[in-house]
């Protein structure tokens, strides 16, 4: 069992950046994969992006290549999403994610945290 806590959510300017963070209580996160999810009003929740255990294989979807960047911390049990250059579009409720698999974490992990608003403004 894989408890997510998520933190740092809030509201931005256009331009501006945000630094998310997830908390997980296993003791073995470093040898679980990692991902961030986000939803929209009357969207359905996509995939940002996925690390695997030691940080050498992550992935990005297209629309935040280039601006966003997930990192862990083995040590801490954390894992970490930097968002530069915010959008309005990117405004959502940003949700964690974790599996044993790499290749189930970005598309359905089998743990999910409670989510953290993010709000863009214009």
């Known amino acids: 069992q894989v408890q997510l806590v998520e933190s740092g959510g809030g509201l931005v300017q256009a331009g501006g950046s945000l630094r998310l963070s997830c908390a997980a209580s296993?003791?073995?996160?470093?040898?679980?994969?990692m991902g961030w999810f986000r939803q929209a009003p009357g969207k359905a929740r996509e995939f940002v992006a996925a690390?695997?255990?030691?940080?050498?294989?992550?992935d990005y979807a297209d629309p935040i290549k280039g601006r966003f960047t997930i990192s862990r911390d083995n040590a801490k049990n954390t894992v970490y999403l930097q968002m530069d250059s915010l959008k309005p579009e990117d405004t959502a409720v940003y949700y964690c994610?974790?599996?044993?698999?790499?290749?189930?974490?970005?598309?359905?992990?089998?743990?999910w945290g409670q989510g953290t608003q993010v709000t863009v403004s214009s």
């Open positions: 994610a974790a599996d044993r698999f790499y290749r189930d974490v970005a598309t359905s992990p089998e743990y």
């Open positions: 296993r003791r073995t996160f470093n040898n679980i994969a």
């Open positions: 690390i695997d255990w030691s940080g050498g294989r992550i």
